[in-house]
C-alpha cells in the first residue's frame, strides 16, 4: 500500500545533485575561515582612532598611511569588523562602511557555507548568482565609496 503523503522538503530541487563530498569540504573551510575573521574581530578591542586594530595581531602600522598622511582603501577595515563582531553596528559603519559590508557578509557566509556542508544543498548557486558583473561593479562602487568616505571621515576627524 504505498502512501499518499507528500515528500519532506528539501534544500534543492528535485533532480539537482547534492554537493560532492570534496565540495561539502569547501563549504567547511570557508565556514571556518568566516568565523575564525570574526572571532578574531571579536577577540581584539577595536581602535578609536577608526584604524589601527589589525597592530593587535603583530602586522604593522599602515604604510600608505604613513608615508601619504591619509587612509588607505583598507584602513578601518579591521577595526570595523572587530566593532561589528562586538555588536556595534553603528560605530562599524562610522569607522568603514565596507568593513560593516565585509563583516556582514562573513556571518551570511558561514551560514550558508555551514548549511551546504551539512545538508549537502547547492550553495555554490549563490556565488554564482553574486559573481554575476552587475553585482561585482556594485561591490566595487561601494568599496571605493567607502574609501572616499573614510578619507574625508579622518580628514574631519570622524571616527
Known amino acids: ?34 568565523a575564525a575573521m570574526l572571532g ?49 553596528l553603528w560605530a562599524s559603519l562610522k569607522t568603514q562602511p565596507f568593513g560593516l559590508l565585509v563583516a556582514l557578509g562573513a556571518a551570511v557566509a558561514f551560514w550558508i557555507a555551514l548549511h551546504g556542508a551539512i545538508t549537502g544543498a547547492r550553495v555554490d548557486r549563490v556565488l554564482d548568482w553574486l559573481l554575476r558583473p552587475r553585482y561585482l561593479v556594485v561591490g566595487g562602487i561601494l568599496f571605493f565609496g567607502s574609501w572616499g568616505y573614510k578619507v574625508w571621515a579622518d580628514a574631519h576627524a570622524i571616527a
Open 1 to 34: 500500500m504505498a502512501s499518499d503523503a507528500p515528500a519532506p522538503p528539501t534544500s534543492r530541487p528535485v533532480g539537482v545533485p547534492p554537493l560532492a563530498p570534496w565540495q561539502r569540504v569547501c563549504c567547511v573551510l570557508i565556514a571556518a575561515a568566516c
Open 40 to 88: 578574531l574581530g571579536a577577540w581584539m578591542t577595536p581602535s578609536r582612532d577608526g584604524y589601527g586594530t589589525h597592530t593587535q595581531l603583530g602586522m604593522p602600522p599602515c604604510a600608505w598611511k604613513w608615508t601619504t598622511g591619509t587612509p588607505c582603501a583598507t584602513c578601518g577595515m579591521t577595526t570595523a569588523v572587530s566593532h561589528a563582531a562586538h555588536a556595534e
